[in-house]
């Protein structure tokens, strides 16, 4: 089986700009709350052959995937990552939002207000938790050293809160705690969720494995990267972020066996592809690793390791459209996008799925 041909007309013709990923979204159309039922989201599904599209629901995700196919999860787990506090000595609130542990009590973080907050400044979050600004950073952000009573992360389950994406406009709740987490999450370091993945339940795991479905994780710690904007018109020049990635012996091997079988890779979510084209060779094989990539995929790109992708509706012109657009075609994948608007589906993290086969 060879579905991982990703070169399409339209991809290969005049050079796509940032303005071909724009596309028009009513505010009303952003999610701001989960569904109670995660597996109950409407799901669309492109078919890149006969340039089909069909709306269903995610609990029928299972109609497009065989006995044999290999789904690939993203195990990474979203830490509390934003915090409140205050200044020690003049009482005035700092938001810290962790970015990246660097060592043993010190990290990368981004500070509001920046320009009140300056090396030398001690940031009060609890009676057991406070920082000190010890450095800034070329992007503009702050390093601090974290002093704790008790263990760093436990202390941070109570003081954090859940670090919801920019388009969520409240503040984040108890049920935030849950459902912006997926149901496999195991590998704490990520402070953004893999969003496709969010559409999962147990039950659902459950009867897809029952139908023959292998299943294999890797992990990619989203970072805040992730909500980047692209601000050159030539995408082609966009540096992409850099995030962590880890893909073990096992899951290689699932990975690899499912490929010699003739069966399809199926990826959840961009994190998910992300590294499995960061890992394979040419002949699809991928390799087990860790590391940092900063892959930036966009049209047109020969995919070499995924053959199905399940994925969420994303923000105009951003670099998940553009991964998007890669695998199913731009106009193809436009064409959907326009169709969403117009059916009212839920777009962003707590939004819709699109399945792309």
């Known amino acids: 089986m060879d579905l991982n041909k990703n070169f399409f007309e339209d991809d290969i013709g005049a050079k796509l700009k940032l303005s ?24 669309m599904v492109l078919n890149r052959t ?39 000595k003049t009482g005035a609130k700092v938001e810290v939002f962790l970015l990246r542990n660097l060592e043993n009590g010190i990290w990368e973080v981004m500070v509001k207000p920046a320009r009140k907050v300056r090396l030398g400044n001690k940031i009060v979050f609890s009676k057991d938790f406070t920082c000190d600004i010890i450095d800034n950073t070329v992007s503009g952000g702050r390093i601090i050293e974290v002093h704790c009573n008790g263990d760093f992360f436990e202390v941070l389950e109570e003081v954090g809160q859940t ?18 987490q997926t149901v496999y999450a195991t590998q704490r370091g990520a402070v953004a969720a893999p969003t496709a993945g969010l559409h999962f339940s147990s039950d659902l795991l459950k009867r897809i494995e029952e139908k023959g479905v292998r299943i294999a994780y890797l992990t990619l710690h989203v970072g ?9 018109d030539d995408i082609s020049r966009h540096q992409m972020h850099s995030e962590y990635y880890e893909i073990s012996e096992e899951a290689a091997e699932i990975i690899n066996k499912t490929r010699s079988s003739g069966k399809a890779i199926c990826a959840v979510g961009t994190t998910s592809v992300r590294v499995l084209e960061t890992v394979a060779g040419r002949n699809g094989r991928v390799r087990q690793g860790r590391g940092w990539t900063d892959k930036f995929i966009y049209p047109p790109y020969q995919f070499q390791a995924v053959d199905k992708l399940i994925t969420n509706f994303h923000l105009p012109e951003s ?20 169709k969403a608007v117009k059916g009212a589906y839920r777009f962003f993290s707590y939004g819709d799925a699109m399945m792309i086969v």
């Open 20 to 43: 071909d990923f724009s596309y028009h979204l009513p505010d009303k159309l952003i999610a701001q709350y989960p569904l109670e039922n995660r597996e109950e989201s409407r799901l």
């Open 50 to 88: 006969s340039r089909d599209i069909d709306e269903k629901h995610f609990t029928d995700i299972s109609e497009y995937l065989d006995p044999g196919d290999c789904l690939v999860l993203n195990n990474t787990r979203v830490f509390p990552a934003r915090l409140i506090g205050t200044k020690d």
């Open 163 to 180: 670090p919801l994406p920019p388009y969520i406009k409240r503040p984040a709740e108890q049920i935030d705690r849950e459902y912006y």
């Open 224 to 232: 805040l990267g992730t909500f980047k904007p692209v601000q050159v």
């Open 319 to 338: 670099t998940l459209l553009m991964l998007t657009s890669a695998f199913a075609g731009h106009d193809f994948t436009m064409e959907a996008y326009r």
